[in-house]
């Protein structure tokens, strides 16, 4: 029997509509048996009896779809694949842009569903090698979080490595045996971040990376349903600067005929420009604001006075108000009452004050000044940085003021997984334990290479008596931490290293394991 033939038509037609839902992946007839596989295997690993408990199980379990969506994307990439395309980049987009762009701000580029990141690094070694670094800003999202953690640790075996492309990669390698690792210099030009295509909100992911000068989105627009394709494509075209690219792979579809792109086809393939009737010169024009907008003049009006516009025509407050560099997320929804456009970059001028408001409140949080702190930040709370900083020292001021204001923030910051743990502390300490693990989950969905959030679900689950799932939180923390440098000091872990939360998580497994809570 086929494994197909051991589900229903109805069955696996509902399984593939919920999947394409949820991360817009397209199954094609001659893909279908080996699905099957995966949804059944999906099913016995999940001790679901049927589709529906397995859709329940995929809908409130991100360690379940995550896998799933693993095991169904073939997630192949390799160094400076389709090289054609990089002799584009190296001939046509990287000068143009630079000549565009005229030194005002980094070129912003995106490598889309960038799997294990080889891609993005790639893109960073061409603009290294073309001395075009230090004005690149890089970024890499994917869907698949287990791609993600191997993206940020940089190495790979020889597979990797097709044709010339490892010499041409060679000069930023450490060899170690049979693997190489992408030297520090290259890997810390590039930020990976989660992003599924068919379902986030881009300027959410991509924050003060908007608006983009260059996309590249290979090999992934052949997955997507006819409709997933052109709401991909909208979205990306809306991130892109007036002349910005999207570059697309020699097997994905047209997509000519999904936004107004200029088609470029060349000796060496299909290329896709925006083009804006407002800017005749591919140059980007930020909006300008009525000067009579009341709704404009109350938001400025509760600026403070560093950030207030000298003129009308400056970006509008919910546009400035982007995160600054460091920042791993932004805002992905609009502040009620104000006029949004989230695609619209931050004025240098405006980005310099809210770095130094964020940098004067670091300062007071430092001293310990927790009014100070908050009365600096308070205004600026669509920064994310901003934000953090504003609500742990709200914390330490007035616990339940800053419980109430959590909720109003996070719907800012619907993406910040420090937000979601920060709450999840605070919930903690006030006895909410069952709001705090599933704050603390949010975090780890967001951003599974996070070992403090991970940890802090096995304490709570140890609390709960749940000491299987305990034990296995404890060891995903110890694993992620294994990954850094003994000495390296843990994100979220207020100082503590990665040999420290190391012993700390294996002391509990150790507990677990000779059944001692």
């Not at 080889?118 to 893109?123: D, W």
């Not at 800003?137 to 993600?148: F, K, N, Y």
């Not at 090999?219 to 997507?224: C, D, L």
């Amino acid at each position: 029997m086929s494994s197909t033939e051991s589900w229903r038509a109805e069955d696996l037609e509902s399984m593939l509509r919920f999947i394409d839902g949820c991360c817009g992946l397209s199954i094609r007839a001659d893909q279908l048996s080996s699905t099957a596989k995966v949804l059944r295997r999906a099913m016995e690993r999940w001790k679901c009896v049927d589709i529906d408990a397995l859709k329940k199980v995929l809908t409130q379990n991100p360690e379940a779809m995550h896998a799933l969506v693993n095991e169904l994307t073939v997630g192949e990439t390799y160094f400076f694949r389709e090289p054609k395309h990089f002799q584009f980049l190296q001939q046509v987009v990287l000068p143009e842009t630079q000549q565009r762009l005229q030194g005002s701000r980094p070129m912003h580029i995106w490598s889309a569903a960038c799997a294990s990141g080889e891609e993005a690094y790639s893109l960073a070694m061409l603009c290294d090698r073309l001395g075009y670094a230090g004005w690149t800003r890089i970024v890499g999202t994917d869907i698949s979080h287990a791609a993600l953690v191997k993206a940020r640790q940089g190495s790979y075996r020889n597979w990797s490595f097709r044709g010339n492309a490892l010499q041409q990669a060679a000069p930023y390698l450490n060899p170690h045996g049979e693997q190489f690792t992408v030297r520090e210099e290259i890997r810390r030009r590039v930020n990976f971040r989660y992003l599924n295509l068919a379902a986030d909100y881009y300027p959410a992911a991509l924050g003060d990376m908007i608006p983009l000068d260059l996309i590249v989105c290979r090999n992934v627009f052949i997955y997507f349903s006819t409709d997933t394709i052109a709401t991909v494509a909208r979205n990306m075209f809306a991130c892109l600067d007036e002349g910005g690219w999207l570059i697309t792979a020699s097997a994905d579809p047209s997509l000519a005929d999904l936004g107004p792109y200029q088609v470029e086809s060349t000796e060496l393939g299909v290329f896709y420009r925006k083009t804006g009737a407002g800017s005749p010169d591919g140059t980007s024009r930020a909006p300008q604001v009525a000067a009579g907008d009341k709704t404009q003049r109350a938001e400025y009006a509760a600026l403070p006075e560093a950030l207030l516009p000298t003129s009308r025509a400056e970006p509008t407050p919910s546009e400035i108000l982007r995160p600054a560099a460091a920042a791993p997320s932004v805002t992905g929804l609009p502040r009620e009452g104000a006029e949004t456009s989230p695609g619209l970059p931050m004025s240098p001028r405006r980005a310099e004050s809210i770095r130094q408001a964020v940098a004067a409140a670091e300062l007071a949080y430092h001293n310990e000044d927790w009014a100070r702190t908050v009365a600096v930040t308070e205004t600026i709370r669509d920064d994310l940085a901003a934000c953090v900083l504003n609500l742990q020292a709200k914390a330490r001021l007035d616990a339940a003021a800053a419980l109430a204001q959590f909720p109003q923030d996070l719907a800012r910051h619907s993406l910040s997984p420090e937000l979601h743990y920060l709450y999840a502390l605070l919930l903690l300490d006030t006895g909410r334990i069952d709001e705090a693990y599933k704050s603390v989950q949010r975090a780890v969905f967001l951003d599974r290479s996070l070992a403090v959030p991970h940890f802090l679900l096995g304490s709570i689950q140890q609390q709960r008596g749940q000491l299987e799932s305990a034990w296995r939180h404890y060891r995903n923390a110890r694993d992620l931490c294994a990954a850094l440098p003994a000495g390296a000091a843990v994100p979220l872990g207020e100082g503590g290293t990665a040999s420290e939360l190391i012993a700390a998580a294996q002391e509990r497994m150790n507990r677990i394991g000779t059944g001692v809570k």
